[in-house]
């Protein structure tokens, strides 16, 4: 029984060696370290493209070691280059210190996004002793076309060939004139537990 006891008191006293009893780190161990912004997403996505809303919503995580921690402010930063970003020249928005604990579809509220328009943006937030975390890390969205008159492709195809058209094992295949009709396929008795394989050229 005293073995065992002596077992414990040496055991105990070297769990105890290994914590730090600095005031610094006494300290730090009831502040925790600083906030930290993190998990930015745009419209729910991480990155993303092709977004319709004219203005889009920012969301992102705040993390902090300690206890009971909360965001009381923050700052959106949007820019049209990077560059411009991290020299803190928000050209699109910036949104100044909003006292909010708000971090989940903060809408954009900038200068109007053109279609296919790529910024890059960044967060930092205040914790609820008013102290500022560092900028979170860069994240990017891209708008899509959002007019109609964005969208000007043409039909792909091949300019100086014109469709051909093969005859098939039971028939023969029709040219369409781009309306809406149908196509009759004459019925044969080995169709009948085969599938019916059609082609189509598109101009």
């Given at each position: ?83 411009k970003l991290q020299a803190a020249a928000a050209d699109k928005w910036d949104s100044g210190k909003v006292d909010s604990g708000r971090s989940v579809n903060v809408p954009y509220q900038g200068k109007p996004l053109a279609s296919g328009e790529r910024c890059w943006w960044k967060v930092r937030a205040w914790d609820k002793e008013g102290k ?72």
């Amino acid at each position: 029984m005293k073995s065992s006891v002596a077992i414990i008191a040496v055991a105990a006293a070297t769990i105890g060696a290994n914590v730090c009893q600095k005031p610094s780190c006494l300290a730090e161990q009831v502040a925790g370290g600083p906030i930290t912004v993190e998990e930015l997403r745009c419209e729910y996505a991480r990155n993303p493209l092709g977004i319709e809303a004219r203005s889009p919503r920012f969301s992102w995580l705040l993390e902090s070691s300690r206890r009971g921690q909360m965001q009381s402010a923050y700052q959106v930063l949007v820019a049209s280059t990077e560059q411009k970003l991290q020299a803190a020249a928000a050209d699109k928005w910036d949104s100044g210190k909003v006292d909010s604990g708000r971090s989940v579809n903060v809408p954009y509220q900038g200068k109007p996004l053109a279609s296919g328009e790529r910024c890059w943006w960044k967060v930092r937030a205040w914790d609820k002793e008013g102290k500022a975390s560092p900028w979170s890390r860069t994240a990017t969205f891209e708008m899509a076309l959002l007019k109609k008159s964005d969208w000007c492709g043409s039909w792909i195809a091949a300019q100086s060939v014109l469709p051909t058209f093969v005859e098939g094992k039971f028939g023969q295949a029709v040219p369409l004139d781009g309306k809406s009709e149908g196509v009759r396929v004459e019925h044969y008795n080995a169709l009948k537990s085969k599938k019916i394989t059609m082609a189509a050229w598109i101009k």
